[in-house]
C-alpha cells in the first residue's frame, strides 16, 4: 500500500491513503559501488526513492523541523511512501505529484520538480487501505550480503546529482566507529576491523566508492558510459595514508576528461568550502550518525563543466549547484546509498572565490547545468542527542576532507 506524507506534519497528504505499486517492475539502479541496493527512482529520473527505516524517516522530519542549518546539508527531502509486494512503478509514477504538491519545499523548486513530471501521462491509483508494518526484532546479525534493507518504509528525496552531463561521483564514509549503540557484538567487531585496517582509523573516513568519466586510457577499464568504477575493496584496500591525496586527485584531475589542472583545483577549492560549512554547522549541532556518508559530485565532463561556470556567472547566482535540480538529460545512474546519479563551452576557469560572487539570495532560482555538490546522507543509525556535544566521530573525517580537498586546491 501506498500513502504520502505531508513533510511537515507527518499526516497523510490530503487525508486519503492511495493504492500501491509493484516491487519486482521497479526500476533499479545498477551501478552501485557503496551502500545498499533496492533503491529506485521516479521515471523522469529527478525524484530518487530509497527504501529506509523508520528512524531514518523520522531524523529527516525532525531535522527539517527543527534543525533547519542541518537539514541544508541532507537531499532535499519531498516525503515519504510506504511499500509493500504489491508495489510497482507505475503506482509509485501516478502518486509522486500528489506527494510533491503536499511537500513542504520552496515553490520554485516545487515548480522546478514539477515540471518534469509529466502529469498528463499519469494515470490515477484507486484508493486502497493501508497494511499494517510487522516488526520484528533481529537477536543475531548476519551480514548483508544482498545489501537490501527488510522494510516497507521509502524516503522520497531529490536526486542530487539530477541534470549533471557527466558527473563523477565519490561517496566518503564518516567516522572511526562505525556502529551506533544496539549493534550486535559481532557488527561492532567487525566495522572496529575494518576501523583498524583503513583511513578511518586515522583521518575518520574512507572512500566507500568513486565514479570517474573517463578515468582510465584503457577503454577496457570503463564502463558503457564511459566511467571507471573504483569500488568499495578499492576503498579498503588500495587507499592509505600515504596515497590518499594522489587517489582523490584521480577524482578531481582528469585532462582526458577536459579538465585540467586549473580547472580541478577550483573544484578542490568548491569542495572545500563548503566542508567548511559542513564542519561549521556539526559542530553546532548535538546528534550522532553512524556510518553516515558525505556525497560528492561534480560534472566530470570538462567542457561541460567550463559552460556551467560560465552560465552560473552570467546568471549572477550559483545557488543552484547545491540544489542538483536542472533541465538536462539524465541517465539514472546510482553509485552512492542514497542519491541517485547521472548525465555541455568555453571560457577560462574561476576561482574558488569566485563562487562567493555568485551567490544570490533572492528566490529566483533559475535552472541551469550544475557544477558541484555536497550533500550528507544514510540516516539508518542517526539520531539527536542534545546535551551530549558535537559528533566528534564524524568531525573529524570532515576536517580530514575539508585539508585534502584544500591541499589539492593550492
Same mark, same amino acid.
Given at each position: 500500500m501506498?500513502?504520502?506524507?505531508?513533510?511537515? &506534519?507527518?499526516?497523510?497528504?490530503?487525508?486519503?491513503?492511495?493504492?500501491?505499486?509493484?516491487?519486482?517492475?521497479l526500476?533499479?539502479?545498477?551501478y552501485?559501488?557503496?551502500?545498499?541496493?533496492?533503491t529506485?527512482?521516479?521515471?523522469?529520473g529527478?525524484?530518487?526513492?530509497?527504501?529506509?527505516? @523508520?528512524?531514518?524517516v523520522?531524523?529527516?522530519?525532525?531535522?527539517?523541523?527543527?534543525?533547519?542549518d542541518?537539514a541544508e546539508?541532507m537531499?532535499?527531502?519531498?516525503? +515519504?511512501?510506504?511499500?509493500n509486494?504489491?508495489?510497482? @512503478?507505475?503506482?509509485?509514477?501516478?502518486q509522486i505529484?500528489?506527494?510533491?504538491?503536499?511537500?513542504?519545499i520552496?515553490?520554485?523548486i516545487?515548480?522546478?520538480?514539477?515540471?518534469?513530471?509529466?502529469?498528463?501521462?499519469? &494515470?490515477p491509483?484507486?484508493?486502497?487501505?493501508?497494511?499494517? @508494518?510487522?516488526?520484528t526484532?533481529?537477536?543475531?546479525?548476519?551480514?548483508?550480503?544482498?545489501?537490501?534493507? &527488510? +522494510?516497507?518504509?521509502?524516503?522520497?528525496?531529490?536526486n542530487?546529482s539530477?541534470?549533471?552531463?557527466?558527473?563523477?561521483?565519490?561517496?566518503?564514509?564518516?567516522g572511526i566507529?562505525?556502529?551506533?549503540?544496539?549493534?550486535p557484538?559481532?557488527?561492532k567487531?567487525?566495522?572496529?576491523?575494518?576501523?583498524?585496517?583503513?583511513?578511518?582509523?586515522?583521518?575518520?573516513?574512507?572512500?566507500a566508492g568513486?565514479?570517474?568519466?573517463?578515468?582510465?586510457?584503457?577503454?577496457?577499464?570503463?564502463?558503457?558510459?564511459?566511467?571507471?568504477?573504483?569500488?568499495?575493496d578499492?576503498?579498503?584496500f588500495?587507499?592509505?595514508?600515504?596515497?590518499?591525496v594522489?587517489s582523490?586527485?584521480?577524482?578531481?584531475f582528469?585532462?582526458?576528461?577536459?579538465?585540467?589542472?586549473?580547472?580541478?583545483k577550483?573544484?578542490?577549492?568548491?569542495?572545500? @568550502?563548503?566542508?567548511?560549512?559542513?564542519q561549521e554547522?556539526?559542530?553546532?549541532e548535538?546528534?550522532r550518525?553512524?556510518?553516515?556518508?558525505?556525497?560528492?559530485?561534480?560534472?566530470?565532463?570538462g567542457?561541460?563543466?567550463?559552460?556551467?561556470?560560465?552560465e552560473?556567472?552570467?546568471?549572477d547566482t550559483?545557488?543552484e549547484?547545491?540544489?542538483?535540480?536542472?533541465?538536462?538529460?539524465?541517465?539514472?545512474?546510482?553509485?552512492?546509498?542514497?542519491?541517485?546519479?547521472?548525465?555541455e563551452?568555453?571560457?577560462?576557469?574561476? &576561482?574558488?572565490?569566485?563562487?562567493?560572487?555568485?551567490?544570490?539570495?533572492s528566490?529566483?532560482?533559475?535552472s541551469?547545468?550544475?557544477i558541484?555538490?555536497?550533500k550528507l546522507i544514510?540516516?539508518?543509525h542517526?539520531?539527536?542527542?542534545p546535551?551530549?556535544?558535537?559528533?566528534?566521530?564524524?568531525?573529524?573525517?570532515?576536517?580530514?576532507?575539508?585539508?585534502?580537498?584544500?591541499?589539492?586546491?593550492?
Open positions: 501506498l500513502a504520502t506524507r505531508d513533510r511537515d &506534519t507527518g499526516r497523510s497528504a490530503g487525508s486519503r491513503e492511495r493504492g500501491l505499486p509493484k516491487r519486482n517492475d526500476k533499479d539502479y545498477n552501485a559501488v557503496a551502500g545498499h541496493a533496492g529506485m527512482c521516479d521515471a523522469d529527478e525524484l530518487f526513492i530509497k527504501p529506509c527505516t @523508520q528512524s531514518e523520522e531524523f529527516y522530519e525532525s531535522a527539517h523541523l527543527r534543525h533547519p542541518f546539508l537531499p532535499l527531502y519531498i516525503g +515519504t511512501l510506504s511499500l509486494e504489491s508495489t510497482d @512503478q507505475a503506482t509509485i509514477h501516478a505529484p500528489g506527494l510533491v504538491e503536499h511537500a513542504d520552496p515553490f520554485s516545487k515548480e522546478e520538480i514539477q515540471s518534469h513530471l509529466h502529469l498528463d501521462d499519469r &494515470t491509483v484507486v484508493d486502497a487501505p493501508i497494511e499494517k @508494518q510487522i516488526i526484532d533481529n537477536v543475531k546479525w548476519i551480514p548483508n550480503k544482498a545489501r537490501k534493507i &527488510t +522494510t516497507d518504509r521509502a524516503v522520497v528525496l531529490e542530487a539530477f541534470g549533471y552531463k557527466k558527473p563523477n561521483i565519490m561517496d566518503a564514509k564518516l566507529r562505525l556502529w551506533a549503540d544496539d549493534a557484538l559481532e557488527k567487531e567487525r566495522f572496529d576491523k575494518i576501523t583498524e585496517e583503513t583511513t578511518h582509523k586515522k583521518l575518520g573516513f574512507r572512500v568513486m565514479r570517474v568519466y573517463k578515468g582510465s586510457t584503457d577503454e577496457s577499464e570503463l564502463d558503457e558510459e564511459g566511467f571507471k568504477i573504483y569500488d568499495k578499492w576503498g579498503r588500495a587507499v592509505n595514508e600515504a596515497n590518499i594522489d582523490f586527485k584521480k577524482f578531481i582528469n585532462e582526458a576528461a577536459g579538465i585540467d589542472e586549473e580547472l580541478g577550483t573544484i578542490a577549492g568548491a569542495f572545500a @568550502q563548503d566542508l567548511r560549512r559542513v554547522v556539526l559542530e553546532n548535538e546528534s550518525m553512524y556510518s553516515s556518508s558525505l556525497l560528492f559530485v561534480f560534472e566530470g565532463d567542457t561541460a563543466l567550463r559552460a556551467a561556470i560560465e552560473a556567472k552570467a546568471s550559483v545557488s549547484h547545491k540544489r542538483g535540480s536542472t533541465r538536462g538529460p539524465v541517465s539514472n545512474l546510482r553509485v552512492d546509498s542514497g542519491i541517485g546519479m547521472n548525465e563551452d568555453l571560457c577560462e576557469p574561476t &576561482t574558488a572565490e569566485d563562487f562567493d560572487e555568485l551567490e544570490d539570495d528566490d529566483d532560482e533559475s541551469f547545468p550544475h558541484y555538490t555536497v544514510d540516516f539508518a542517526a539520531a539527536w542527542k546535551g551530549q556535544g558535537p559528533d566528534e566521530n564524524v568531525l573529524l573525517g570532515v576536517r580530514s576532507l575539508a585539508k585534502i580537498f584544500e591541499e589539492m586546491s593550492e
